[in-house]
T-cell receptor
């Protein structure tokens, strides 16, 4: 069964550094998402992406965040200048229209 | 403000019993509601989707109900097994987009 893959599984970075989290969505899906989950808390929506543009973003997704689909297969989340509070598990998901989300297994980001 | 509340943070039941989890929402008009399972350190995995015009949906030992008047969904696992132990997440669409918003989840433990 096709799956969403995320790399790396764990990323450690220093405060103020830029990080790029990578995702390969399921190939025939058209909708892409990033969610985050701070340890012990709920899964929070960050951004959705369709037709090469952001369709919705949450208040968490400020100017430090950006997303890109640089080619036909990858979907990336960039955090320009990381803060301690950005430490979380970041999940990528993809879907067809109005269909269940398929999640990857996440990238654990630790900002020191 | 919009809220999705899952009735309890944790639920412990004996193997073989039926687990019932509750999801209540306010200030949403979802076209559909979804339930996901999340295991520690993993991404959520889709279980069931129920649309606003459906009262009940079943899949094997799982049953979901959706009451748009009460703004509530119930999720049942019958003949529960220790392997059902996980966190179960309720998710709603926002009516105008494909992205989903998640409740905080209920951690189910099924004891042998």
């Amino acid at each position: 069964e096709p799956e969403v893959t995320q790399t790396p599984s764990h990323q450690v970075t220093q405060m103020g550094q830029e990080v790029i989290l990578r995702c390969v969505p399921i190939s025939n899906h058209l909708y892409f998402y990033w969610y985050r989950q701070i340890l012990g808390q709920k899964v929070e929506f960050l951004v959705s992406f369709y037709n090469n543009e952001i369709s919705e973003k949450s208040e968490i997704f400020d100017d430090q965040f950006s997303v890109e689909r640089p080619d036909g297969s990858n979907f990336t989340l960039k955090i320009r200048s990381t803060k301690l509070e950005d430490s979380a598990m970041y999940f990528c998901a993809s879907s067809e229209a109005y269909s269940p989300l398929h999640f990857g297994n996440g990238t654990r980001l630790t900002v020191t | 403000s919009q809220k999705i509340e899952q009735n309890s943070e944790a639920l412990n039941i004996q193997e073989g019993k039926t687990a019932t989890l509750t999801c209540n929402y306010t200030n949403y008009s979802p076209a559909y509601l979804q339930w996901y399972r999340q295991d520690p350190g993993r991404g959520p995995v889709f279980l069931l989707l129920i649309r606003e015009n459906e009262k009940e949906k079943r899949k094997e030992r799982l049953k979901v109900t959706f009451d748009t008047t009460l703004k509530q969904s119930l999720f049942h696992i019958t003949a529960s097994q220790p392997a059902d132990s996980a966190t179960y997440l309720c998710a709603l669409d926002r009516g105008n987009n494909n992205d989903m918003r998640f409740g905080a989840g209920t951690r189910l433990t099924v004891k042998p």
